[in-house]
């Protein structure tokens, strides 16, 4: 079975610019998650979606938007970029299970550098 | 709001040693889980093993165990006879149910031949 799969895996952009990163679930996952890890440090929660619903969103500003479709792959987009943006960007997918996601599995991540 | 301290920022083991990393974290919430996070310079993240708080026994997966002391709300990993391919940077997370990954700021574990 096909693990979490993001696209693409580089992105090279300019300050200003807006960028959309995309991710795959595994099959019969049916919540993505979307964290930030800057060199060094741990990841960051963005964002949560379960059945193309925002069930959470971090500390993250306006700039960032997430969304999840009916096949529950989802984008997360991120406009008027700025150097501290430059970072790995995670997708996780889990089953959602009663009460809470549990298990969450991390695709490769994109590589975002921004200049 | 929870937090994961891991207060080893690199650590090194010879091959075929035991090595532990250690984790200890803040909350008020007796129900969680507990989470090792295994991401090589690869990058891509693996579940390392987990521990849900309400289990007293402490979690073990082949070479990989846990020890999990819930009223010092420690979370240490123990990884015994250490191989080449366990380089990498090991987080340790909290997970409360119904809201998101908390993670520590890793450790970075070199295994030496």
């Known amino acids: 079975d096909a693990g979490v799969t993001q696209s693409p895996t580089h992105l090279i952009k300019t300050r200003g610019q807006h960028v959309t990163l995309r991710c795959s679930p595994i099959?019969?996952?049916?919540?993505v998650s979307w964290y930030q890890q800057v060199l060094g440090q741990g990841p960051q929660f963005i964002f949560q979606y379960y059945e193309k619903e925002e069930r959470g969103r971090g500390n993250f500003p306006d700039r960032f938007s997430a969304r999840q479709f009916p096949n529950y792959s989802s984008e997360l987009n991120v406009n008027a970029l700025l150097l501290g943006d430059s970072a790995l960007y995670l997708c996780?997918?889990?089953?959602?299970?009663?009460?809470?996601?549990?298990?969450?599995?991390f695709g490769p991540g994109t590589r975002l550098t921004v200049t | 709001a929870q937090t994961v301290t891991q207060s080893q920022p690199e650590m090194s083991v010879q091959e075929a040693e035991t090595v532990t990393l250690s984790c200890t974290y803040d909350t008020s919430e007796n129900n969680y889980y507990l989470f090792w996070y295994k991401q090589p310079p690869s990058r891509q993240m693996i579940l390392v093993i987990r521990?849900?708080?309400?289990?007293?026994q402490n979690a073990t997966e082949n070479r990989f165990s846990v020890n999990f002391q819930k009223a010092a709300k420690s979370f240490s990993l123990k990884i015994s006879d250490s191989q080449l391919g366990d380089t990498a940077m090991y987080f340790c997370?909290?997970?409360?149910?119904?809201?998101?990954?908390?993670f520590g700021k890793g450790t970075r574990l070199s295994v030496i031949a």
């Open positions: 996780a997918s889990s089953l959602y299970r009663r009460g809470g996601n549990y298990e969450q599995y």
């Open positions: 997370a909290f997970m409360k149910a119904g809201t998101p990954l908390v």
């Open positions: 521990q849900e708080a309400y289990k007293q």
């Open positions: 099959s019969g996952h049916k919540s």
